[in-house]
């Protein structure tokens, strides 16, 4: 349910394309048919990476749905309102829970699913590309790619898959390359997205994505609404309010959870309905997200970006001056503990999802509930100061959370002890 979580500051450098030929990557199969691959419209640069990504869970209700309503932890006075950006992710959850229920009407499990592939050694190849994902995902990602391990194989390849994928969709804005990055080009890296959907990649780490999503009930919405979050990046420097804030938070994090919770999987014994489930992967995502923001104040600053709301600063008594200057104020501590705390209710919100998903995926998620929600700490810890100060989780706390969230992971799903508890 969550792809990369611990943001990495080394450079990764991952050619969009490898110079694989047509016939390296050609399936077949009713999914295939009438298909032909048409020539790369990107052209080959390498990709840098300082990743933020996200996702996982909520309780859910007692009829077992639950709707996340940014505007319930938003406003202190928690009015039961749902903002149009809210609904507008609710149906991308609906839209994927859909998929699930499909699938298990038909009861077909899902690793079953294996594209028709027509070319003596494309399987090796397939391999080489999906041992290339896991070195990409163990290099940058370690604590993540350790929790990878306990999953079954096939999940674990899915999941580093997806991470890649996501990385270099977040690097044609952030990366190295980020200055020569234009809409056109976001909409070309669209279309190849659809590409791969189709069965036709263009190049190795494309073809293990293809692969993954022929073999797992993942939508492409949660992908294309990632795309738009890069053009958000692209076009849009401020954020009027907690509402506008919430949509982005969604399409650069929250969509990760949703194209992982598929390949995750819900605990069998779990009670809790799919659409319940997903709803609670945007949780982690928003948390995950609004933590960066808060880390990384003065740094966006550098950047002439504010992620802060726009309204809440205003009510604050703070100008965008204010926050380029810099200054650590009575007023910015009062300020930086509000969001905060708004923060950490995604997170103990989040918290309670964990347990849903299939036991073998829940350690990944847990340490980066943990992890993340350390950085919140170390903001306190540096007195506020987000201007000149980078919080950081430190080595030794770092690997001291991983016993505690294996620990956790052995917890049977909340769905099922509140029903034994009734019982």
Not at 194 to 212: H, K, N, Q, V
Not at 392 to 403: E, G, I, N, Q, T
Not at 406 to 417: A, D, E, N, Q
């Amino acid at each position: 349910m969550v792809v990369a979580i611990l943001r990495v500051v080394s450079p990764i450098e991952i050619p969009i394309g490898l110079g694989l030929s047509e016939a390296n990557w050609r399936f077949s199969g009713p999914k295939y048919d009438n298909l032909h691959r048409k020539k790369s419209r990107l052209s080959v640069y390498s990709l840098y990476t300082t990743s933020k990504y996200a996702c996982v869970g909520f309780e859910p209700e007692s009829n077992g749905k639950f709707q996340i309503r940014s505007s319930l932890v938003a406003n202190p006075a928690g009015e039961a309102t749902i903002s149009s950006s809210e609904q507008k992710v609710y149906d991308v959850v609906l839209k994927q829970a859909a998929l699930v229920k499909d699938q298990t009407k038909s009861s077909r499990k899902s690793t079953d699913v294996k594209p028709d592939i027509v070319l003596p050694g494309t399987v090796y190849l397939l391999k080489d590309a999906y041992d290339r994902c896991g070195e990409v995902c163990a290099e940058y990602a370690k604590t993540f790619y350790l929790g990878t391990l306990l999953m079954t194989p096939e999940r674990r390849r899915a999941i580093w898959a997806i991470y890649v994928w996501c990385r270099r969709t977040d690097e044609l804005v952030d990366g190295h390359n980020a200055s020569h990055i234009t809409p056109s080009a976001l909409d070309r890296w669209e279309a190849r997205l659809e590409d791969l959907f189709d069965g036709r990649p263009y190049d190795m780490f494309d073809a293990a994505l293809s692969d993954t999503v022929s073999r797992f009930p993942v939508d492409i919405q949660p992908f294309m609404d990632m795309v738009e979050g890069m053009r958000m990046d692209l076009k849009k420097s401020r954020y009027k309010n907690f509402d506008e804030l919430y949509l982005y938070c969604y399409y650069v994090a929250g969509t990760v959870g949703l194209m992982s919770v598929p390949v995750m999987g819900i605990a069998p014994e779990s009670l809790a309905e799919a659409e319940s489930v997903y709803n609670a992967a945007l949780a982690l995502g928003i948390a995950n997200q609004l933590t960066n923001i808060l880390r990384d104040v003065g740094e966006d600053a550098r950047r002439g970006r504010i992620y802060l709301p726009q309204d809440e600063l205003a009510e604050a008594g703070f100008s965008d001056e204010d926050v380029f200057t810099g200054q650590v104020t009575d007023k910015w501590r009062s300020f930086m503990k509000r969001q905060i705390k708004r923060a950490r209710m995604f997170f103990e919100q989040a918290e309670k999802g964990v347990t849903e998903l299939s036991q073998a995926s829940r350690w990944p998620v847990w340490a980066s509930l943990l992890l993340y929600r350390q950085i919140l700490d170390e903001i306190e810890a540096n007195d506020y100061n987000n201007f000149t100060k980078r919080a950081y989780v430190s080595k030794v706390k770092r690997l001291a959370a991983l016993p505690l969230a294996y620990g956790k992971s052995l917890l049977i799903p909340l769905s099922l002890r509140s029903s034994l508890s009734k019982a």
